[in-house]
């Protein structure tokens, strides 16, 4: 049995633990730069606009999680939910905990009107894969997800000039304001 609820601060060490074990098996062990402030922060802040959901056993354990926003898809003109982390740990698995949190985030969407619940999995991650298959989701195999970051995203983001350069003529601007 899964328990399902809202993440609340005092499940921050256990969402960063998860997180931590999520980039080890994605072969990214090194990658998170996360820390419990700035979780607290985005998920507890003013204005939260990512939010997690826990799945707990019987016995009030922390099973696993689901990390998720909101998008917004300009055909249909409605939010959807994007999915950005959902992990079990590795003993609790098959117990129906991922079942469990996909599907509230399922029945989210369905309540609030949203057009869909997406999320990426990684081309080598046959188990999942199979996992949400069984669901009824559906590969979007015709997509290419792209991303821009570190210095590709700096020298963009920096339209192309030298990035100090850039920043120290904003600072020249400001100064003279």
Known sequence: ????????PHDVPAILQMIHDLAIYEKEPDAVRNTPEML?????????????TMAENADGEVR???LWFLNYSTWEGVHG????????????????HGKALL???AATAVDR????????????????????KKL??????????????GAALE?????????????????EEASRG
């Open 1 to 8: 049995m899964s328990v399902i609820r809202p993440a609340a």
């Open 40 to 52: 607290t922060g985005v998920l507890f802040g003013d204005d939260p606009r990512v939010f997690a």
């Open 64 to 66: 696993g999680f689901a």
């Open 81 to 96: 939910i994007y999915l950005e982390d959902l992990y079990v740990r590795p003993e609790a698995r098959g117990e129906g």
């Open 103 to 105: 599907q509230h985030l």
């Open 113 to 132: 009107g949203y057009a869909r619940v997406e999320w990426s999995v990684l081309d080598w991650n046959e188990p999942s894969i199979n996992f949400y």
């Open 136 to 149: 009824g989701a559906a590969p979007m195999d015709e997509w290419s997800t792209f991303r821009l970051t």
């Open 155 to 171: 020298a963009f983001g920096g339209y192309g000039a030298d990035l100090d350069d850039f920043r120290a003529g904003v600072r």
